[in-house]
């Protein structure tokens, strides 16, 4: 992959495994959240999702931040737009 000649992301970056596992995370995290406020016996749901979520995140925006010299807005705003897009795999 190259990178963009301003210090953007390479110019496959959503594709990238580590891309598309934190979109997942968002994906599941989304369904998990509620659930562990909803019924009270499944409370442990939360911390667990909250380590994962860090687990999983914290490479790609070691990535964005260090390597690609992304802006953390610009990173989140596309993480979000994937989550929410029904046709991203």
Known sequence: ME???RGGPP???RRLAVYRL???FLRLAAVALPCSFIWPKVW???PIVIVFGLIVTLPLRYLAHFEWRMPML???ASMLKDALNVRYW
């Open 3 to 5: 990178q963009e000649p």
């Open 22 to 24: 934190s979109v997942w």
């Open 74 to 76: 610009d990173l989140d």
């Open 11 to 13: 110019s496959g970056y």
């Open 44 to 46: 442990f749901v939360l």
